[in-house]
């Protein structure tokens, strides 16, 4: 079964840097291509960044240059570092995984969810 756990969301300034986290078991992390989304009220689930089981990563490019994903296979864990935030960052973080060929940036394409962090923006 695959269990995710996200933490580290909270109420930051423009400009801040943070880092928020998603808690999977060694095995998840192993063999699952990994995810972040985030979602705001209203609006369907938009992709983040990704980090496949081979290394490959992708961003959207809204948050390119700005967001790092990495994965700790050793820890079961996979982070999002986020530098330079905007008011525009402002949504629930979701850590989403899946298995298959290939990357994948539709939301439909992951059926493992986490319950989501808050990451909230002020200026």
């Known amino acids: 079964q695959v269990q995710l756990v996200e933490s580290g969301g909270r109420l930051v300034q423009t400009g801040d840097s943070l880092t928020i986290s998603c808690t999977a078991s060694v095995h998840t992390v192993s063999n699952y291509h990994m995810a972040w989304f985030r979602q705001t009220p209203g609006n369907e689930r938009e992709f983040v960044a990704l980090?496949?089981?081979?290394?490959?990563?992708r961003y959207a490019d809204s948050v390119k240059g700005r967001f790092t994903i990495s994965r700790d296979e050793a820890k079961g864990t996979v982070s999002l570092q986020m530098n330079n935030l905007d008011i525009g960052d402002t949504a629930v973080y979701y850590c989403?995984?899946?298995?298959?060929?290939?990357?994948?940036?539709?939301?439909?394409?992951?059926?493992?969810w986490g319950q989501g962090t808050q990451v909230t923006v002020s200026s």
């Open positions: 989403a995984a899946r298995q298959g060929v290939g990357p994948a940036i539709s939301a439909n394409d992951y059926i493992h």
């Open positions: 980090t496949d089981t081979i290394g490959i990563t």
